[in-house]
């Protein structure tokens, strides 16, 4: 009887030191883990592209598909909706977002890598229009096209895209360079 009390408390006290560990150490350092790449989702030179492969789709009617695409791009906090028209191949994303609460140049830079983004993830997506509190922005696929100077479909590789987007949104100029091209206002 005696040892197998021995054992139990043995038991309980390893138990327990597992617990701190795990508690204690494992899960913060976890945590981190998870909000530090939470939060370099938000920009588009950190974004993880190679995650958006799975909201690959020929069409652009599939709601689900195109919500779940963009709440996985940067700005995602602030998405306040869609509207689809088929007819033209047309996406209205929707941002609770005044352009004078964000630097402009940021803002230019996530509109750029997001909209690109979708054309290369949606093959029959024409246009896609930013509507945010006090402005909208039309992009157009043919203007995403010649910006980047390949065909969008090749671009769903991520290192293809990172020096055909991702390299040319590093500088301010560039980023205005991008923006003038590819938007349509």
Known sequence: ???????????????????????GFVNPKIEAKQARYEEEQQNP?????????KYR?????????????NQALPLRERLNG??????TFTVQVNYSLDTREMDAEELERILVYNAVANFVMIDNLE???????NTSHTLRRESAQQWTGKELKKLQ??????STVREKLVEPAQVKEAFS?????
């Open 127 to 133: 246009q896609i229009v930013y509507q945010l509190e």
């Open 157 to 162: 590789n991520p290192e293809l895209w990172n």
């Open 82 to 87: 869609y509207q689809l028209y088929p007819e």
């Open 45 to 53: 030179l950190t974004h993880d592209f190679a995650a958006l492969a």
């Open 1 to 23: 009887m005696r040892i197998r009390n021995i054992w139990i408390i043995t038991l309980v006290v390893l138990g327990i030191i597992g617990l701190v560990i795990v508690e």
């Open 181 to 185: 091209q590819i938007v349509d206002n």
């Open 57 to 69: 789709s020929p069409y652009m009617g599939d709601n689900s598909n195109l919500s779940h695409l």
